[in-house]
């Protein structure tokens, strides 16, 4: 009779042992999850950040050359109207 109590109480621990288990994998594999869709939340904020940035720069730059252009069309304006004149 000692060797059926011994192995129910063996196979009980081994059960309690293994739902443990279970569960820290469980908790770490959750753990793990939440980390790297954190990260890629953050990287994917950094990316918005950098192209927020780059556009921003690029508007700038069609800025500039928005008045450069207007100052050579006036500038043309004046060219023509001194050959006009010029005639």
Known sequence: MPTKTTETLWKKYMTMIRDIVFILL????????????????TKLETQVETLTEAVKSTNEQLIKVNEALSEQNILNGKVLQFMDMKK
């Open 26 to 41: 469980f908790l770490a594999s959750i753990v793990g999850w939440i980390r790297s869709e954190t990260a890629k939340k």
